[in-house]
């Protein structure tokens, strides 16, 4: 339990680090720093909680907004110091996304006990804050982006669903998970890997179509 808890801190706290560098990026005061941590580092597990219909987990436990307030403290101080920041944001955001797809399918598999669901509740958990940071900052949404992304957090909850069906100890289902989340993430930004795009093509006139 103590070890699959830490995947929802780190989640929290390096995706608390992405909002935090998105308001660097726009030159936010230290209030901007600590609405983006916040909205980024609580934002995804927020949405998975209300959907579950469970007691949103930052409520009873104000130690998270803890970590959300000090990483943005701290990135507020040290953020000149980054060569390339926003860089540094896809990374940190794929380090967020492995741990949080996992976290997130634990989460729904205790709710729920069921697959399907656990694999969405990862997807969610470990996209969406990244989505409302980089639409409320006005940044390139990682969305948008060509290279894979709710596709790795989908791979990750998937291992993690099915390994821990298996019967798998929680070690042995949360860093094959995380792992593959990660490499997947990180080989389509390092790599640039994709799926082929939607290629449009004219619509017919009415007069063409039988």
């Given at each position: ?10 989640g ?14 726009k030159?936010?005061?230290?209030i ?48 000149h ?24 399918a ?42 894979i ?10 291992v ?7 019967g ?31 290629r449009?093509r ?9």
């Amino acid at each position: 339990m103590d070890r699959i808890v830490f995947l929802d801190y780190a989640g929290v706290a390096v995706f608390a680090a992405t909002g935090a560098l998105a308001a660097s990026r726009k030159e936010l005061d230290i209030i901007g720093f600590l609405f983006f941590a916040g909205l980024t580092g609580i934002g995804g597990g927020t949405i998975r909680d209300l959907i579950l219909g469970v007691p949103v987990f930052w409520v009873p436990n104000p130690d998270y907004l803890l970590v959300c307030t000090g990483v943005a403290i701290l990135v507020y101080f040290a953020a000149h110091l980054i060569e390339s920041r926003y860089k540094l944001l896809l990374w940190l955001d794929a380090l967020g996304l492995a741990a949080y797809c996992v976290f997130g399918a634990w989460k729904a598999l205790v709710v729920t006990g069921s697959a399907p669901i656990a694999i969405v509740m990862g997807m969610i958990t470990a996209t969406f804050g990244g989505i409302l940071r980089d639409q409320i900052a006005g940044e390139p949404s990682v969305l948008m982006r060509p290279e894979i992304y709710v596709t790795a957090a989908m791979a990750g909850a998937v291992v993690f669903t099915a390994l821990h069906i298996m019967g798998m100890p929680l070690l042995g289902s949360v860093m094959p998970a995380f792992l593959t989340a990660f490499v997947i993430r990180g080989g389509a930004l390092k790599f640039g890997w994709s799926f082929p795009p939607y290629r449009s093509r004219p619509g017919r006139r009415p007069e063409d179509i039988p």
